[in-house]
């Protein structure tokens, strides 16, 4: 039974990711981590407070527990590293690096981290982008997260560390609230909707970007890190498509359930991020090295969303 360590466990991703991972391993072989308070979405089990650039503390954790796998999750996301870029690098670079050096000291069993459909650049084709397009990020987040895919591939390659990594697309979930994000306006966007309240949509309404239900993000997680190791080709990051929306596409998803929906378009310095981002993604290595497919669509994930996220939040919406 493995023993993992989950840092940035409060995050959208971690909260969620920790959750199934518990129910898979154990409540008490997945210990949460993070810099803020833990939140019950993530179940009943340890949690320790950790800055990830703390390296004596991680290793004191990785101790304590016995870890032998680490999913390192903690970073700033593209919105809010544009306007700390020196604390973005320090921390989504800093942070990965320790986290390799100490998988490479302890010979930990295997690390995952997240890349993102950032590490391409306004020069990558936009529709189908390859697993191999040219990677000319136009932002800081991205430049970090190709960075980090080049010293996930070194570890692998010159020490044999076994870390994988997927490069997610948007992921929309109804649990968490975002965290300055572009994408995160297909998150709120759903809370706005349920209230019968106005959106109002910091992209225009024709920008069309990669996205991916959260639970199709927990599954490829799980998936890309149950596989044998000798399936997995790509040491950098793989790519890993689901839905292609623009925020008219998801309005119109929502008008089919809630047909008084409204939304306003007033796009501000996010629309420049995203419009150097991919519109759809290839991910053909992905199915065929560990057979990734998504289970959700555009219309099945928002009746989904509709469907629970009143229940979840405990909202009165008769
Ligand atoms: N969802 C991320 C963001 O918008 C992209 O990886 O920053």
Redesign the pocket.
């Known amino acids: 039974m493995n023993k993992i360590l989950i840092t940035g466990a409060c995050g959208q991703l971690g909260s969620e990711l920790t959750a199934e991972l518990r129910s898979i391993h154990g409540n008490d072989h997945v210990i949460a981590s993070d810099v803020s308070e833990p939140n019950p979405l993530m179940g009943e089990g340890p949690f320790e407070h950790l800055d990830v650039l703390d390296r004596p503390r991680i290793e004191s954790i990785i101790d304590q527990y016995k870890i032998d796998t680490i999913y390192h999750l903690a970073a700033l996301?593209?919105?809010?590293?544009e306007k700390n870029i020196h604390l973005a690098w320090d921390l989504n670079m800093g942070g990965l690096l320790k986290i390799l050096d100490i998988a490479k000291k302890k010979s930990l069993e295997k690390v995952f981290w997240?890349?993102?459909?950032?590490v391409f650049g306004p020069d990558a084709p936009k529709i189908r982008t390859p697993q191999t397009a040219a990677c000319n990020p136009a932002?800081v987040?991205g430049i970090s997260?190709l960075a980090g895919e080049q010293w996930c591939s070194y570890f692998h390659r010159k020490f044999g560390v076994d870390v994988r990594s997927l490069?997610?697309?948007?992921?929309i979930g109804y649990k968490s609230l975002p965290g300055?994000?572009?994408?995160?306006y297909a998150v709120d966007i759903f809370h706005k909707a349920i209230r019968g309240e106005e959106f109002h949509c910091f992209l225009n309404r024709d920008t069309a970007l990669p996205m991916m239900y959260m639970a199709d993000a927990v599954k490829a997680t799980i998936e890309l890190m149950q596989a044998p190791a000798e399936n997995i080709t790509i040491r950098t990051s793989y790519n890993v498509a689901a839905i292609s929306l623009s925020p008219g596409d998801l309005a119109a998803a929502i008008q089919n359930d809630i047909p008084g929906f409204k939304i306003r378009y007033e796009p501000d310095h996010?629309q420049a991020?995203?419009d150097s981002?991919p519109i759809s993604i290839d991910d053909t290595p992905a199915q065929t090295d560990w057979g990734w497919q998504p289970s959700y669509n555009l219309q099945s994930m928002t009746d989904d969303i509709i469907r629970q996220l009143p229940v979840f939040w405990n909202l009165d919406t008769a």
């Open positions: 996301l593209s919105a809010t590293a997240p890349s993102s459909i950032a932002t987040y997260k490069r997610y697309p948007g992921l300055g994000g572009t994408t995160d996010r991020i995203a981002w």
